[in-house]
């Protein structure tokens, strides 16, 4: 990792995340999305790295800030929620750019109702978190941190 580049971590959040605290604590916890974009800069400064942090409910805008980040982020990191076992869109996005992404979610997806067993981004993504709550955005962070070492 040069020393001297500074990387760009691109962290997009689906559908409904914007109810964090709230929603589901038993499921999802009570950290607040605000909160996990705290916690997720923080642990990128330490790295030095910049934070994008993003959320929306709407398909399409991710489909965009997907294509969007190519060239502007060296990293994505995905939670996108109930848009994992839904959306091919999201799926062709990420295999049309070179931007390694990985694949957050709160929850262990495979411990829930079966149709959370299969994602359509998984496949497309350098990897996968899931089960340790907003752990898992840090948890992706240095991930990112040791490919870009790698990398160098």
Not at 2 to 21: D, T
Not at 31 to 39: D, F, K, V
Not at 41 to 49: L, P, T
Not at 135 to 146: F, K, N, V
Request: glycine residues 6%.
């Amino acid at each position: 990792m040069s020393k001297n580049k500074i990387h760009n971590i691109l962290v997009l959040n689906g559908p409904n995340l914007n109810l964090l605290g709230t929603r589901e604590p038993e499921t999802y916890g009570s950290t607040t999305l605000t909160e996990i974009e705290e916690l997720t800069k923080a642990r990128a400064d330490s790295h030095g790295f910049t934070i994008d942090f993003r959320q929306t409910n709407i398909e399409g805008t991710l489909v965009d800030w997907i294509q969007q980040s190519a060239g502007q982020a060296d990293a994505i990191i995905l939670n996108a929620a109930a848009y994992t076992h839904t959306s091919i869109a999201i799926h062709d996005a990420i295999a049309a750019i070179k931007t390694p992404v990985i694949e957050v979610h709160l929850s262990n997806v495979f411990a829930r109702e079966d149709y959370r067993h299969h994602s359509y981004v998984s496949d497309v993504a350098v990897g996968v978190i899931c089960g340790f709550g907003a752990q898992g955005y840090l948890l992706a962070i240095d991930a990112i941190a040791s490919m870009l070492r790698n990398q160098s």
